[in-house]
Every structure is written in C-alpha cells, then in structure tokens.
C-alpha cells in the first residue's frame, strides 16, 4: 500500500469527540519516548506530521491523521513515564482506556517496545489488559538500527517466553527503524489487510 495523501485531522482526550465517519483506525501506543510519532511520520513519509520528541510524555492526547481519506492512524499519549504525577496518571488510564474499550471503528492497536529492553513489568501488564478486554493488538519492536541482530534476536525470545506465561499464542510481531524504514511494508500491508477485508464484509 501507498500512502498518497496524510492530514492531520483533531486532538482531543474524549474518544466521543473522535472522528465519527466511522472510517477504521489504527492505534499506536506504548511507553514514553518508544517512538510512536517517529513511526506514524516513517509509515507516512513525513516527517513533521507527527511531532515527536526527546522530552517523554509530551503526546498528552488522542491525535487522528486522516490517510488517503480512507482510514486513520492514532497517535496516543505515552504511558509510564516516571515524571508524571498519579492524578495524571490515573487520568491517562481512564481517558485512554475509554478509547481502547469503546472506540467501534478500532480495528487495531499496536503496541510499541523498545527492542534494547528486557521484558518490562508495565508493557505485559498492557498486554493482557486489551487480552482481557478482548481488543485485538500487534507488538512492535522499535529502534532495532541501535542494536546488533543478535541481542535483537535475544530480546525477542525473552518476550516471546514471558507472554508464553500467560498467552497461548503470541500476536503478530513486527520489528521496526525510524532512522531507516525498516518494517514499513510490513506494517502498511497488515493495516492493508485488514482494510481491504472489512471491505469485502460490507460490500
Ligand atoms: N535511532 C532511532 N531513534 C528513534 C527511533 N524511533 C524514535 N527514535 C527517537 O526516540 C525519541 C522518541 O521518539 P518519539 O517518536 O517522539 O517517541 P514517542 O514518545 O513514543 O512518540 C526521539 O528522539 C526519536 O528521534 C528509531 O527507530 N531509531
Ligand atoms: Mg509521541
């Protein structure tokens, strides 16, 4: 798929004041400073659409971009970043969770982690929270252009044996580089996928 067209379209913190064109969206989520904006602007080829930072927790709302006037990618606010307060953090969940839970036109949500890390506690605690609420996710793995292959191949098997625990099987994984696009074809051609087979449904 090409993405020809790319326009950033509302934030806002209240998923009723989303979009209600009912056009399917993609969700990107993760920790603070992860790389989800820097991902949405390599997926679309722009590099100022979504801003992006070196200061976490700057992405405080639910932000749409419209591409190609068919579907929307969904920029969300980081979690667990040390320097934010409880009430905010609270806040984070209950509007956040709001989304995830009760947004119709949600087909998919992609979870961001950073590939240098070992398993992290707050991102399986995520994981089997939308398991549990039964919305349907991705993992990728991000900023592999700072690791060797090797320790990338070490970090995905920690994952995958700590999901194991828990899961029966382990959602897509998709490994990703902002710097070098590495993982854009795959990534575009699974939204693809599921686009062109809602589609068919409602033809
Ligand atoms: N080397 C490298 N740096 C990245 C990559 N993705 C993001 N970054 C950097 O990580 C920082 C946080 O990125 P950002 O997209 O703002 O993260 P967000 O908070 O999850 O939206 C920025 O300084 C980015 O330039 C990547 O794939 N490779
Ligand atoms: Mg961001």
Do not use: H, N, W
């Given at each position: 798929m090409i993405i020809k067209e790319a326009t950033f379209v509302v934030s806002n913190s209240d998923y009723r004041l989303c979009?209600?064109?009912?056009k399917p969206e993609f969700a990107f989520i993760g920790r603070s400073n992860v790389g989800k904006s820097s991902l949405i602007n390599m997926l679309t080829g722009n590099k100022k659409l979504a801003k992006t930072s070196g200061?976490?927790?700057?992405?405080q709302l639910i932000n749409h971009f419209e591409i190609n006037k068919d579907w929307y990618l969904v920029d969300l606010p980081g979690y667990g970043?040390?320097?934010?307060s409880k009430q905010a953090r609270v806040k984070w969940e209950i509007f956040i969770s709001e989304y995830l839970v009760n947004r119709?036109?949600?087909m998919n949500v992609f979870v961001l982690i950073?590939?240098?890390?070992?398993?992290?506690q707050i991102d399986l605690e995520f994981m089997n929270w939308c398991g549990q609420k039964q919305i349907p996710f991705c993992i990728v793995f991000t900023k592999?252009?700072?690791?060797s292959s090797s320790v990338l191949g070490k970090n995905l098997a920690k994952y995958k044996k700590e999901m194991l625990k828990s899961w029966d099987e382990i959602p897509p994984v998709y490994t990703s580089s902002s710097e070098s696009a590495f993982g854009k074809e795959k990534i575009l051609n699974y939204i693809d996928l599921i686009n062109t087979s809602l589609k068919e449904v409602n033809k």
């Open positions: 979009p209600t064109d009912g200061t976490p927790g700057k992405t970043f040390a320097k934010a119709e036109s949600l950073d590939s240098r890390l070992e398993p992290q592999i252009d700072k690791i």
